[in-house]
C-alpha cells in the first residue's frame, strides 16, 4: 500500500497570510490526525477527524483548523500566520490505535 | 510536570551493545503505547506498539511496560550506527487517536 502522503513539501509564508495543507491517508484509512512539531515544543497534537467529523482536539488556538473529505483525504489550515508558527506540520492515518505519518510539510513564516 | 517525559540525552552507546530508553507517563487512563524514531529532518516511523504489561520483543527492539508504574521502556539490541536516532515514545489515552509524545531521546551508536 502507498504510505501518507503531504502536500506541499514545503513552504514559505509571510506573517499575516494563510496557508493550506493537504493530507492524503493510507487507503482504507479513516482517521487522520494532525501534529505540529517544533525544537522548542516538540510534537504536540492539533486535531484528529475521523468519517468527516473532528473527534479529538489539541490546545491551539482556532487560527488552525481542518477539515476531512468523505474519501478521507484532509486539510489543515492556519490563517493569519505568525513567525512562531514555522514548524514541521506532521499528517498521521490510522485504522485502530496505531498512526503512521506521512513526510510532512515543513513551513516557514518570514 | 509534563504528560510524558523521556531523557533528552544524548545516550551513547558502543556498537552492539545494548541501548535502554525510558519513558514515564502521567495520565493512568492511558490505554496504547507507541515508540516512533525519527532521523533527522525526516518523519517519526512506528517501531513498537504495547498494550498490555510485560514485555514485547519484535527483532532487535523489546518494549516493556509497567502500567503500575506508568513506566514503558524500550531496548535496542545489537546496536548499529544505523539505530543513531530521535527515539520518541508516545501515549494514547482518549477514545480516537491523540497522541502525546515525549521530547525523545537522542541515541548515538558509535561503531
Known amino acids: 500500500k502507498a504510505g501518507v502522503t503531504q502536500t506541499p513539501r514545503y513552504l514559505i509564508k509571510t506573517r499575516g497570510q494563510q496557508v493550506t495543507l493537504s493530507c492524503s491517508p493510507i487507503s482504507g484509512h479513516r482517521s487522520v490526525s494532525w501534529y505540529q512539531q517544533t525544537p522548542g515544543q516538540g510534537l504536540q497534537f492539533l486535531f484528529e477527524y475521523f468519517s468527516e467529523t473532528q473527534r479529538n482536539k489539541g490546545n491551539f488556538p482556532g487560527r488552525f483548523s481542518g477539515r476531512q473529505f468523505s474519501n478521507s483525504r484532509s486539510e489543515m489550515n492556519v490563517s493569519t500566520l505568525e513567525l512562531g508558527d514555522s514548524a514541521l506540520y506532521l499528517c498521521?492515518?490510522?485504522?485502530?490505535?496505531?498512526?503512521?505519518f506521512g513526510p510532512g510539510t515543513r513551513l516557514l513564516v518570514l | 510536570q509534563k504528560e510524558v517525559e523521556q531523557n533528552s540525552g544524548p545516550l551513547s552507546v558502543p556498537e552492539g551493545a545494548i541501548a535502554s530508553l525510558n519513558c514515564t507517563y502521567s495520565d493512568r487512563g492511558s490505554q496504547s503505547f507507541f515508540w516512533y524514531r525519527q532521523y533527522s529532518g525526516k518523519s517519526p516511523e512506528l517501531i513498537m506498539s504495547?498494550?498490555?504489561?510485560g514485555d514485547k520483543e519484535d527483532g532487535r527492539f523489546t518494549a516493556q511496560l509497567n502500567k503500575a508504574s506508568q513506566y514503558v521502556s524500550l531496548l535496542i539490541r545489537d546496536s548499529q550506527p544505523s539505530d543513531s536516532a530521535t527515539y520518541l515514545c508516545?501515549?494514547?489515552?482518549?477514545?480516537?487517536?491523540?497522541?502525546?509524545f515525549g521530547g525523545g531521546t537522542r541515541v548515538l551508536v558509535k561503531p
Open positions: 508516545a501515549v494514547n489515552g482518549a477514545a480516537g487517536n491523540k497522541l502525546t
Open positions: 504495547i498494550y498490555s504489561n
Open positions: 498521521a492515518s490510522s485504522t485502530q490505535e496505531t498512526q503512521y
